[in-house]
């Protein structure tokens, strides 16, 4: 799901280039920022914001929050700082180079909202490529870290959203409940109609309630057929759209 060109991406009111940092432009990300609620959130994190187009992203949907991101990655890092800089709301955006798990005993803030397109392979084999592999592999993200991160630096009232493929999200709902963080709203996520879930979009709150859930179909059998209810979630972002 993800764009592996390294040319800049073009949304409607930000550019994003991509050229130094690991993970390309992709799916995945659009989704999660595009999709997370962002109401009432006058802070928000984003993990591992890579690009950071989601941190862009929830710039643009929400004109009052404060937006941090944290990137353990130092040339993505730098590339954070390029698109952060370069959008229309750079005032309120900052990123730190660190890994979120010191962000977490460092930081004095409490957030509203904190995001995350994480990694999800817990095995099986590496790419060759050092960097793309450290990121979509748990080694230096562990999900209990990222859980106890989550769980010191989200106010009482906050959300934390994820986007993760079928069976790891299954397993990041097991595990989020020993960290008193209880997933409230899910969204399936199925390429086509007639294709099995793919990704799972997942909200969490420190209370527990009856979870609320629904589909997301990206497209019909042709290419770029997109559905009405893909095109409504992303367009305010796609130039096409």
């Known amino acids: 799901m993800n764009n592996t060109e390294a040319k800049p991406f ?3 009111q930000f550019e994003i280039n991509q050229d130094k940092c690991t993970m390309k432009i992709g799916t995945d990300g659009v ?29 643009q949907r929400n004109t009052d929050a404060m937006i941090h991101g944290v ?22 955006l900052e990123a730190f180079n660190m890994p979120i798990q010191d962000f977490a ?5 409490k957030y509203d909202l904190i995001v995350s397109n994480p990694p999800f392979f817990s095995g099986g084999t590496f790419s060759t490529n ?28 906050g959300r934390f959203a994820v986007i993760l493929p079928l069976i790891e999200g299954l397993r ?21 109609a007639d294709k099995p879930v793919e990704r799972l979009l997942m909200e969490f709150g420190r209370e527990q309630q009856e979870v609320v859930k629904d589909k997301l179909v990206i497209q019909h ?13 992303t367009k305010d972002f796609y130039l096409k759209m």
């Open 10 to 12: 073009k949304f409607k």
């Open 31 to 59: 989704l999660l920022g595009a999709w997370v609620n962002v109401t009432g959130a006058k802070k928000i994190l984003d993990v591992g914001t890579g690009s950071g187009v989601i941190g862009i992203m929830l710039g």
């Open 71 to 92: 990137e353990i990655d130092g040339d993505s890092y730098e590339q954070t700082k390029e698109n952060m800089g370069a959008c229309p709301w750079a005032d309120r």
């Open 105 to 109: 005993k460092v930081s004095r803030e």
């Open 130 to 157: 050092e960097n793309r592999s450290m990121v979509r592999h748990t080694v230096k993200l562990p999900h209990g870290d990222l859980l106890a991160a989550v769980r010191s630096l989200l106010s009482e009232e």
């Open 172 to 192: 990041f709902q097991e595990i989020s409940e020993s960290y008193h963080l209880y997933c409230q709203r899910i969204t399936e996520v199925q390429p086509k």
């Open 221 to 233: 059998d042709g290419r770029n057929e997109w559905t009405d209810s893909y095109i409504e979630l």
